[in-house]
């Protein structure tokens, strides 16, 4: 299911105002030339200007997001993500604070995403994710625990978005 107009809204109000958000189906890993897709469809949004940007894509679904602050997104097929997969690459204490497995995973690789622009990890271990707060029965929000060890501000937020089928995860290092 592609992103609707209110819960855009709700991401740039609880992200940052000039956020741009690019989400389609065919765009998805099921569609041998989503990458040419997506670059031909976004090469004209994005020619005249200096954004961060970040890619995520699976089965059924691509996105992209752009902000002039350094931004991160994930999007999952929720009944992929394997919960001894994310205990591997998190703390117990991550896991159980945590509202999902999928949450974890999807928050922790956008957050990877957007650390691009500071220190990034060479693994997702090394990103403390918590502050978790429901928001309602489909959204809610989060924070990277640890910003001083990746050299990024400490002021950060994330909001982690559920679909029937897949999760996505924003993040940013508002500027």
Known sequence: MALSKSTIEFLKKSLTPDLQIFAKP???????SHRELMRAELASVF???KLHT???HCEGMGVVVASNSAIGVDVEVKAR?????????SSSEEVLAAPSPASLWSAKEA?????????QPSVV????????????????TYRLLNPE?????SENRGVVVHFQEHVYSFFVFPS
Request: glycine residues 6%; negative net charge; aromatic residues 8%.
């Open 26 to 32: 065919e765009w998805g890993s099921q569609n041998p």
């Open 47 to 49: 020619a005249d200007e």
């Open 54 to 56: 970040s890619v995520s």
């Open 81 to 89: 993500v394997e919960e001894k997969t994310v205990a591997r690459v």
């Open 111 to 119: 957050i990877f995403k957007a650390l691009r622009s500071y220190n």
């Open 125 to 140: 271990s090394k990103i403390s994710v918590g502050a978790w707060k429901n928001i309602d029965s489909h959204t809610e």
């Open 149 to 153: 060890i990746h050299g990024s501000p």
